[in-house]
């Protein structure tokens, strides 16, 4: 079904295409009775596989990762679909409209988009009058950037502000400071600027704890293309300020097996299947560092269980998925719960994170388990 609503989507432009499949559900989700239907066909045979991190219990470790509601405008529907959670954004202080079309280009030979989309968005207060109009059916992240005309040196000030603002509506807030396609926001992931923006969200979020009296945990959204010394000194930073987690990765400006493809060569952020080794090892060297201390959310180039499994394996605590959800449909979902589901039984364990520890303790039962489609 999704394969032939698919092949029609990807005849046209790829954002009209992103808008027609929003459009379309939104509607149907209106329907009387079709959110029930929806949620039935997602959750049948999908068992139930909870997980806590950064103190939050996640009915599932797989997530959707930022980007796709962007403004937080279908929380309900792409819940339906039986994701553990959802992450909204990323979101500015003030709307802007982003970069000139086109900014998003499907490589469907590669499974992989490049976007140059540049935070369209409609800015932190409209992010959450539809956040609370639609309620929150799981645990949302709220995901948060700074305004392109906002210059370097009070990139901070943005931070915090979206911070003060979307506080009290997120189960956790991510902080982007890896996408490539707002100039210098990649460079907040140098020590002296990383450890400025940490020390300040982290002072902020003392005071709205106490203000609120809710702790929301604060995640760092890094991106792929860092070196060895780089992963290092983020997780220094990260250790040092008490960051709740860190989300691994955005895009990579890299273009990974892709010398053939003429879409390659277009500017932006690359996602999708030529990523998913580039963030697993992004994962694995910080996991190194970290060694549990942080939680980690895996991201990039998770097409099926065997991949999330593989990025938990690294270090991972929670999954997300973006471009594997656009190639594969909703039903990539359920099937990475149920795969890994399979593996926690398998290994005669009581949950995943027990499963996870003991695969990563023991390479050859890791292949057994590994074994499992
Ligand atoms: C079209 C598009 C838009 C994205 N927008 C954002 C964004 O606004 N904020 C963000 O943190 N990541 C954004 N991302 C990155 C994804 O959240 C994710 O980190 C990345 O795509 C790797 O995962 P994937 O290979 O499963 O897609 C975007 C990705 C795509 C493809």
């Known amino acids: 079904m999704y394969k032939l609503l698919r092949a029609m989507l990807f005849r046209l432009d790829a954002e009209t295409s992103h808008r027609l499949a929003f459009a379309a559900l939104d509607l149907l989700h209106r329907l009387p009775g079709a959110s029930r239907i929806a949620r039935a066909i997602c959750s049948r045979n999908a068992p139930s596989l909870p997980v806590s991190v950064m103190g939050l219990t996640f009915p599932n470790p797989v997530g959707l990762a930022a980007g796709l509601d962007k403004n937080a405008e279908h929380i309900q529907p ?16 003030r709307p802007q409209p982003g970069n000139p079309r086109p900014r998003l280009f499907r490589l469907a030979r590669h499974a992989a988009i490049v976007n140059r989309m540049g935070f369209n968005n409609v800015g932190v207060y409209r992010l959450i009058t539809n956040l609370v109009r639609q309620g929150k059916p799981c645990p949302v992240g709220i995901n948060i950037g700074k305004n392109r005309d906002t210059p370097a040196e009070r990139s901070v000030d943005d931070y915090l502000s979206a911070l003060q603002a979307v506080y ?11 996408s490539p396609n707002t100039p210098g926001l990649r460079d907040l992931q ?11 969200l982290k002072a902020e979020q003392a005071v709205l704890a106490e203000k609120h009296g809710r702790y929301v945990p604060i995640a760092l959204k890094i991106a792929p293309d860092l070196d060895d010394a780089q992963i290092a000194a983020i997780a220094g930073r990260v250790l040092e300020h008490h960051f709740d987690a860190v989300i691994a990765t955005n895009t990579t400006v ?23 080794t580039l963030s697993t090892e992004i994962i694995r060297k910080l996991h190194a560092h970290l060694r549990g201390r942080v939680p980690i959310i895996g991201v990039g180039g998770v097409e099926s269980a065997g991949d999330a499994w593989e990025k938990l394996l690294a270090g991972a605590d929670l999954i997300q998925i973006y471009t594997g959800f656009i190639y594969e449909g909703p039903r990539l979902v359920r099937e990475i719960v149920r795969g890994l589901a399979e593996r926690v039984a398998a290994a005669g364990c009581r949950d995943l994170p027990e499963a996870v520890a003991r695969a990563r303790n023991s390479a050859p039962a890791a292949s057994v388990i590994e074994g499992i489609s």
């Open 190 to 200: 140098n020590e002296q600027d990383l450890d400025a923006l940490l020390r300040a």
């Open 254 to 276: 890299t273009r990974p097996g892709l010398a053939q493809e003429p879409l390659a060569a277009q500017a932006g952020g690359l996602s999708g299947r030529p990523l998913k």
């Open 78 to 93: 792409l819940s339906d679909f039986g994701f553990g959670f959802l992450e909204v954004g990323t979101v500015t202080p």
């Open 168 to 178: 009290a509506h997120a189960d956790y807030v991510a902080v982007n400071v890896s």
